[in-house]
Nanobody, 123 residues
Framework: QVQLVESGGGLVQAGGSLRLSCAAS????????MGWFRQAPGQERVFVAAIIWSGSNTYYGDSVKGRFTISRDNANSTVYLRMNSLKPADTAVYYC????????????????WGQGTQVTVSS
């Protein structure tokens, strides 16, 4: 059974930083691309960042480019999202997802999802 478990969310002031982690089990992690998406109340789930299986290519949504960094540790089956210069607009539930073969920005092409972790940025 595949499990993706996010952690590291919380409440932070604007301008602060957080690092999200997503621990994967039940899949051959090193063969999957990994992504982070977020969903604010009443809004659709949107792409944040993705990283291919080897870690050599990364992708970012326009609103987080230059502030967020995605990375992965295949030895420990974990993907990270470092978030700097946080803004109130970054407030959302952040989801980790795994894709075996698909476009990294397309949520509907991901195979497995975590339960999400709340990030709240206060002004």
């Amino acid at each position: 059974q595949v499990q993706l478990v996010e952690s590291g969310g919380g409440l932070v002031q604007a301008g602060g930083s957080l690092r999200l982690s997503c621990a994967a089990s039940g899949l051959l992690f090193s063969t999957y691309g990994m992504g982070w998406f977020r969903q604010a109340p009443g809004q659709e789930r949107v792409f944040v960042a993705a990283i291919i299986w080897s870690g050599s290519n990364t992708y970012y949504g326009d609103s987080v480019k230059g502030r967020f960094t995605i990375s992965r540790d295949n030895a420990n089956s974990t993907v990270y999202l470092r978030m700097n210069s946080l803004k109130p607009a970054d407030t959302a539930v952040y989801y980790c997802a795994a894709v075996l073969a698909g476009r990294p920005r397309a949520a509907h092409e991901y195979d497995h999802w975590g339960q999400g972790t709340q990030v709240t940025v206060s002004s």
